[in-house]
């Protein structure tokens, strides 16, 4: 196994291209940025000039493939009709934003249904990733995360995903981003081999282990099944360092970019000490066991 695929979420601050100088500092080989403020619906808009500099940034430090996150305001499953065609709008733009940056992957959580049930949810996000895709032409994709199901939140389950791909218009343009503390928080237990193969296999015969293009590799603060999200940094949290062990040597996922969102300061320090971990943990004689896919 090469190098790993592994880096960590990148302020944008002072500018989009700024974020691959961060990046590079510690030894990132990916990155994921916000396109936007996180926390707002406006954006101003991007110019050609901030185009430039970020594919020049991009191709000078070699920090690819580069992962954007969708703003925290969007909630494509919201039963309020304002909200709902808001998040629409915005997630509209957000995917254009990607497009004229050149970055592929766009991480979107689902959403909450705000008691409104599930099924409705689910069918409200299905909706709005149809009209969104129909608005944006490719190449960006969709990168469905699952959550911690906190409240109302939709994507704690699997088959929650497998529900809004089988709705969608266009799903080959809709993959998914596994976070490991999320994960593990709505109650997939990927701490020992078997649990961690139990739950790969589970998310083949519902979707497909092949629409994973990505995962947030993050630890846990709170035990099993809590339903809380809270990052930690790797291997201090209830999640351990064998779940990420098992993961980084992993060779269906080699090639899938790996996330850090763990808690970090202005020098960046944290973000260099977990992926020194993450890069120890590598062991070529290391061996997953895996199951032939099990499809519906």
Not at 97 to 125: D, Q, T, W
Not at 175 to 200: P, Q, S
Request: with cysteine; glycine share 8%; proline share 4%.
């Amino acid at each position: 196994m090469k190098e790993l695929l592994a880096g960590a979420h990148m302020s944008i601050a002072g500018g989009m291209h700024k974020a691959f100088e961060r990046g590079k500092r510690v030894r990132c080989k990916t990155i994921q940025i916000f396109l936007k403020n996180s926390n707002q619906w406006k954006a101003k808009p991007l110019t050609e000039e901030a185009r430039i500099l970020f594919q020049k940034s991009m191709r000078e430090s070699d920090i690819h493939p580069v992962l954007a996150h969708a703003g925290y305001l969007i909630n494509l499953a919201s039963p309020d009709r304002s909200l709902y065609e808001k998040s629409l709008r915005a997630f509209v733009e957000e995917l254009r934003r990607a497009n004229f940056l050149g970055v592929p992957y766009l991480v979107l959580h689902p959403g909450a249904h705000v008691g409104e049930g599930a099924e409705s949810g689910i069918a409200r996000v299905a909706n709005a990733l149809t009209c969104a895709l129909d608005q944006v032409e490719p190449p960006v994709m969709v990168l469905l995360e699952n959550t911690a199901g906190q409240g109302s939140s939709l994507g704690s389950r699997f088959e929650e995903f497998a529900s809004i791909l089988e709705r969608i218009g266009n799903p080959g343009r809709v993959g998914f981003c596994l976070d490991t503390c999320h994960a593990f928080a709505a109650g997939y237990d990927i701490r020992t081999a078997d649990g961690y193969e139990k739950t790969m296999r589970e998310f083949d015969r519902l979707i497909g282990i092949e629409k994973i293009l990505a995962f947030h590799v993050n630890d846990s603060s709170k035990d099993l099944g809590c339903r809380v999200d809270r990052h930690c940094h790797i291997g201090k949290g209830f999640l351990g360092l064998q779940a990420f062990r098992l993961l980084v040597n992993d060779a269906r996922f080699a090639a899938v970019p790996k996330i850090l969102e763990t808690p970090k300061g202005k020098d960046l320090q944290e973000d260099r000490r977990n992926l020194a971990t993450l890069r120890s943990l590598l062991d070529s004689k290391f061996r997953i066991r895996s199951s032939k896919p099990n499809r519906r």
